[in-house]
């Protein structure tokens, strides 16, 4: 497997106290696999993704147990320095936020061709070539002119094709976006996600997608992982998940989504609120909101039960919610 992660654990120390942010979350992608995370607004999803990238905010933020296994090397014992080397070359992100990634002093055209010079030792020009390549490449329109335009010159679509452009430099084997299309409008976000589908496939990437948008999953990931509460609850084949959810979790997620096949049936909302990660719930940490909870859910906490080969849930009645009966 291309990226491992294995039990991995974060926590951010605060006045308040100590944030659960990271709790055992375990999942992978393979070369050439789109993974999609997806989760509530808190459930950790951008905190494991800077925890592998090795851009956690440390302090406060502590990485306090795992393993982050890329192409079998565990990432956390390496040096910063190694890391900083894998870290664009090998694996490369893509933020929400185009305006605050990119350098405001610096031309588009400089920020992409400095990833030449710095990794591969090329000359202004051949960087600058290589830049408007890329431009191009993104489908940038007349990228030979804009290579000295700055960032706040251009839209938000297309800075986000810029980040992108910058992500792909190096040819990385693995990309991580969080979030990339969030802050573009409707139809400027299927273009752009669009694009970032067709160059993973192109360059035979490992992507993984960070998404609150169910819609834009089925169209262009192989897997989907779900957090809650930091952890992994559900992981398995798009169509597996659409198809009968194993967590009582996913299945509030997908049905509270609009779908063409089920029009006129009112939308269902998981109740209540994602909990306080200053005190995750015992047990099992989406029992206050679950339809099929009992006892055991209030105090043992569920481990990764393997439904199929390519499949795992983190609920002790994840049969039940197979068989439909959680809900909706
Ligand atoms: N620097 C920090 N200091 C303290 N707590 C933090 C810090 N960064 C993140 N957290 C906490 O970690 C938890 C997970 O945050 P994270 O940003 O990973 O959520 P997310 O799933 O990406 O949410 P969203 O969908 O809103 O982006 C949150 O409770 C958040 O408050
Ligand atoms: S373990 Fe219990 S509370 Fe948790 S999702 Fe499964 S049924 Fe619900
Ligand atoms: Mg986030």
Known sequence: MLLEVRDLHVEFRTRDGVVHAVNGVTCGVDAGETLAVL?????GKSVT?????????????????GQVLFRGTDLLTLKEEERRRIRGAEMAMIFQDALSALNPVMTVGDQLGEMFVVHRGMSRKAARAKAVELMDRVRIPAAGQRVGDYPHQFSGGMRQRIMIAMALALEPALIIADEPTTALDVTVQAQVMDLLAELQHEYGMGLVLITHDLGVVADVADRIAVMYAGRIVESAPVHDIYKAPAHPYTRGLLDSIPRLDRKGRELYAIKGLPPNLLAVPPG??????CPLARDVCRTDVPPLYEVSGTRTSACHFWKECLDGRAGS
């Not at 989760?39 to 459930?43: K, R, V, Y």
């Not at 993704?49 to 147990?65: E, H, K, N, S």
């Not at 099992?284 to 909101?289: G, V």
């Open 284 to 289: 099992c940490a989406f029992h206050p909101r």
């Open 49 to 65: 993704a800077q925890a592998v990238m090795g851009i956690l905010d440390t302090p406060p933020g502590r990485i306090c147990g």
């Open 39 to 43: 989760g509530e607004s808190g459930s």
